[in-house]
Nanobody, 117 residues
Framework: VQLQASGGGLVQAGGSLRLSCATD????????MGWYRQAQGKQRELVAD???????KYADFAKGRFSISRINAHNTVYLQMNSLKPEDTGVYYC????????????WGKGTQVTVSS
């Protein structure tokens, strides 16, 4: 399974970015798509994920600022990030996985998000 993410970049604090990630759709059993991030020197953490049926989970830091959505027919997930803060800086990774089989867990290469103060 290939995941292709795009949309990162440099933005000032308070600005917005929209990340996109598309999978090749080669494994229809991958129910969950989501975004994780990793800041320098820190562990990778969940930002948000969404099931095929539309159930969403957000990290506390993302609630009220970030919005995740997906288009199942296009195997695509989006992350709209508003009111960005310098602490949102990091590499954002797209993820697609099955909740029933831990072997089916795939990652994109990551896209850099940098928020300047």
């Amino acid at each position: 399974v290939q995941l292709q993410a795009s949309g990162g970049g440099l933005v000032q604090a308070g600005g917005s970015l929209r990340l996109s990630c598309a999978t090749d759709g080669s494994d229809s059993r991958l129910n969950i798509m989501g975004w994780y991030r990793q800041a320098q020197g820190k562990q990778r953490e969940l930002v948000a994920d969404i099931t095929r049926g539309g159930t969403i989970k957000y990290a506390d830091f993302a609630k009220g600022r970030f919005s995740i959505s997906r288009i199942n027919a296009h195997n695509t997930v989006y992350l709209q990030m508003n009111s960005l803060k310098p602490e949102d800086t990091g590499v954002y990774y797209c993820n697609s996985r099955s909740p029933f089989d831990s072997r089916r867990n795939y990652w994109g290469k990551g896209t850099q998000v940098t928020v300047s103060s």
